[in-house]
């Protein structure tokens, strides 16, 4: 495979010749999912729901929302994709503080974390 196939990193964005943002969204999330596998073993004996929503925003939010002017998320597919980070994290933020949520329902962790 020739790097012009593979895309180019240039300031924190990945371009393919087709311009298309899907190669972006798929490393931001596997970026997102590498830092939030580093928070769930940091934090895994931490009970302090503002320390994990200081992590969780300090460390992956940005991950997730750098510059997304430029690579905006314009199918359901990608949106998904960048949703299913945000998703683990409310899973392992309820399963850690216990906190009973139905399964993608995390208003009471939402009410709690605001």
Not at 46 to 74: G, N, T
Request: aromatic share 12%; proline share 5%.
């Amino acid at each position: 495979m020739r790097v012009a196939d593979e895309g180019v990193m240039n300031l924190g964005f990945k371009f393919i010749h087709k311009l298309d943002p899907g190669s972006h969204i798929n490393y931001v999330c596997c970026k997102g999912f590498k830092t939030l596998r580093f928070i769930m073993k940091l934090s895994k004996n931490i009970r302090s729901r503002m320390f994990i929503k200081a992590l969780f925003y300090e460390l992956v939010r940005p991950i997730l929302e750098y510059d997304a002017d430029v690579w905006d998320p314009h199918t359901a597919n990608d949106s998904l994709q960048l949703e299913r980070v945000q998703q683990r994290f409310m899973r392992f933020a309820c399963n850690l503080l216990q906190i009973p949520c139905e399964p993608y329902d995390y208003t009471p962790l939402s009410d709690l974390l605001n």
